[in-house]
């Protein structure tokens, strides 16, 4: 799996995939290398990209031959993302998932942090940010609008 951690999310490129959790396993089997990948959600449209770019990093690395398999059950969590995919989301302007707010319940409470300043004194201005997988929020200390990577 080591190999397929230079991949990184479309959508977000500051993590790849292997932090990320969407990378759930690699089977060798007498039909060759079958990669399991899940969504973040379920109508995740960069899983095509994703599988697009597993097969050629393999493919340059002569592996082959290669299926990509996607699996929705059990469902993609943020649990699954790594502590350094939380550190690097905050580094690039995303306030990442606390496992705090996820069981709190993220939008009940002010709970999330300003990616840039650290504030907790922010506000939820969207439930739908740039993608499904994210809100978006304002700081009002730093006054800077940011995206939250929803818990799920």
């Given amino acids: 799996m080591r190999i397929l951690s230079v991949i990184p999310d479309p959508e977000i490129p500051a993590v790849n995939i292997a932090e990320m959790g969407m990378l759930r396993d690699v089977l060798i089997n007498d039909k060759g290398y079958e990669i399991i990948i899940t969504p973040t959600y379920s109508g995740c449209p960069a899983?095509?990209?994703?599988?697009?770019?597993?097969?050629?990093?393999?493919?340059?690395?002569?592996?082959?031959?290669?299926?990509?398999?996607?699996?929705?059950?059990?469902?993609?969590?943020?649990?699954?993302?790594?502590?350094?995919?939380?550190?690097?989301?905050?580094?690039?302007?995303?306030?990442?998932?606390?496992?705090?707010?996820?069981?709190a319940g993220e939008f009940s409470q002010n709970v999330i942090h300003c990616p840039r300043c650290q504030s907790g004194n922010t506000v939820l201005l969207s439930r739908f940010g740039s993608t499904a997988c994210k809100s978006l929020y304002k700081c009002e200390n730093c006054k800077e609008p940011f995206e939250y990577f929803k818990c799920h």
């Fill in 47 to 103: 899983m095509g990209v994703i599988e697009m770019d597993i097969k050629a990093t393999l493919d340059a690395s002569g592996i082959s031959p290669v299926s990509v398999k996607l699996v929705q059950d059990p469902a993609w969590t943020t649990d699954w993302m790594s502590n350094e995919a939380r550190e690097k989301l905050r580094k690039y302007g995303i306030a990442p998932p606390l496992y705090s707010s996820c069981n």
